[in-house]
Nanobody
Framework: QLQLKEFGGGWVQAGGSLRLSCAAS????????MGWFRQAPGKEREFVAS????????YYADSVKGRFTISRDNAKKMLYLQMNSLKPEDTAVYYC??????????????WGQGTQATVSS
C-alpha cells in the first residue's frame, strides 16, 4: 500500500507561481510512475502531468505545457509540480497519483486527498 499526501497549494494572483509537493510513504516509491491531476468545481478530473519511475520521461497536458514542470526525488519519496505563469483557469484541487504515466485517471492505483490552488485574476 502506498500513501500519498499533497501540500503547497494556496492562493496566488494570475501570473504568479506555486509549487505543489506530494509525500509518499509505504511500498517502494521508486517502482511507481506518478502523475498530477486536477479537478475544478463542476468539471471532470483532468490530467496535468506525469513522470516515469526515474524521472527520465515526463508528459504534460497541452494546457500546461511550458508553464508547469513535474519532477521527483526518489531518495526523499517526493513528487513536485512547479506551476508558473498561473492563470485563473488553473484554479482546481490538485491530486497526486501513483501507478502510471497515462493521462487517464483510472490507470492510477493510489491517490492523495488533494490540495486547493486558487488563481485570482
Amino acid at each position: 500500500q502506498l500513501q500519498l499526501k499533497e501540500f503547497g497549494g494556496g492562493w496566488v494572483q494570475a501570473g504568479g507561481s506555486l509549487r505543489l509537493s506530494c509525500a509518499a510513504s509505504g511500498m517502494p516509491y521508486t517502482t511507481y510512475s506518478m502523475g498530477w491531476f486536477r479537478q475544478a468545481p463542476g468539471k471532470e478530473r483532468e490530467f496535468v502531468a506525469s513522470i516515469n519511475w526515474n524521472g527520465a520521461m515526463t508528459y504534460y497536458a497541452d494546457s500546461v505545457k511550458g508553464r508547469f514542470t513535474i519532477s521527483r526525488d526518489n531518495a526523499k519519496k517526493m513528487l513536485y509540480l512547479q506551476m508558473n505563469s498561473l492563470k485563473p483557469e488553473d484554479t482546481a484541487v490538485y491530486y497526486c497519483a501513483a501507478g502510471s504515466v497515462s493521462n487517464w485517471y483510472k490507470e492510477y492505483n493510489y491517490w492523495g486527498q488533494g490540495t486547493q490552488a486558487t488563481v485570482s485574476s
